[in-house]
T-cell receptor
Framework: DAGVIQSPRHEVTEMGQEVTLRCKPI?????LFWYRQTMMRGLELLIY????????DSGMPEDRFSAKMPNASFSTLKIQPSEPRDSAVYFC????????????FGPGTRLTVT | AQSVTQLDSHVSVSEGTPVLLRCNYS??????LFWYVQHPNKGLQLLLK??????LVKGINGFEAEFKKSETSFHLTKPSAHMSDAAEYFC?????????????FGTGTRLTIIP
């Protein structure tokens, strides 16, 4: 299995631009998670999905952030408009139904907003 | 509410000596506890898990952790450090054994191995 796939691996954009991060979970996993990691705040859960349905988005910082999961094999995290404080590493993770704590992380997308 | 506190932000040990990474937890329910490891520029990987079975749990790469309810601790240990152990380690708590997908991560401990 290829594991969780994220794209792009690195993204540099200017303030005000729209940014879209993509994730392909492991086949057969029914839960998907988006995290953000910064030096100041550590690892934060932004949102998670079960069977493509958003379950908890309380970690989404504000309305500029949105996430979708149109099918079991694809999810996006969008930031519009982006701000410098959004600079971070964004991780996507997936887990199987019976072991939701056993999350498999992708390699992350390093986002820099200038 | 649930939380974990990793007592050391950075630990350095010599290769071949024991490793101890400390973690205390707080949970309103009987907790499930985990250690995840993150190697440089990589995603996190599950190292080991405690889910109310044996209090001493063994993980990958020779690591183990002991759940001590009286001390609310879940420290990670390894008898002999290897250079490849250099990484960031996260202690994680979940409120229930299964069905609660929301994990709470500690702030991490960076482990440095001295040759």
């Amino acid at each position: 299995d290829a594991g969780v796939i994220q794209s792009p691996r690195h993204e540099v954009t200017e303030m005000g631009q729209e940014v879209t991060l993509r994730c392909k979970p492991i086949s057969g996993h029914n839960s998907l998670f988006w995290y953000r990691q910064t030096m100041m705040r550590g690892l934060e859960l932004l949102i998670y999905f079960n069977n493509n349905v958003p379950i908890d988005d309380s970690g989404m910082p504000e309305d500029r952030f949105s996430a979708k999961m149109p099918n079991a094999s694809f999810s996006t995290l969008k930031i519009q408009p982006s701000e410098p404080r959004d600079s971070a590493v964004y991780f996507c993770a997936s887990s199987p139904a019976s072991r939701s704590y056993e999350q498999y992380f992708g390699p992350g997308t390093r986002l820099t907003v200038t | 509410a649930q939380s974990v506190t990793q007592l050391d932000s950075h630990v350095s040990v010599s290769e071949g000596t024991p490793v101890l990474l400390r973690c205390n937890y707080s949970s309103s329910y009987s907790p499930s506890l985990f250690w995840y490891v993150q190697h440089p520029n990589k995603g996190l990987q599950l190292l080991l898990k405690y889910t109310s079975a044996a209090t001493l749990v063994k993980g990958i790469n020779g690591f183990e952790a002991e759940f001590k309810k009286s001390e609310t601790s879940f420290h990670l240990t390894k008898p002999s450090a290897h250079m490849s152990d250099a990484a960031e380690y996260f202690c994680v708590v979940s409120a229930r054994n299964f069905g609660n997908e929301k994990l709470t991560f500690g702030t991490g401990t960076r482990l440095t191995i001295i040759p």
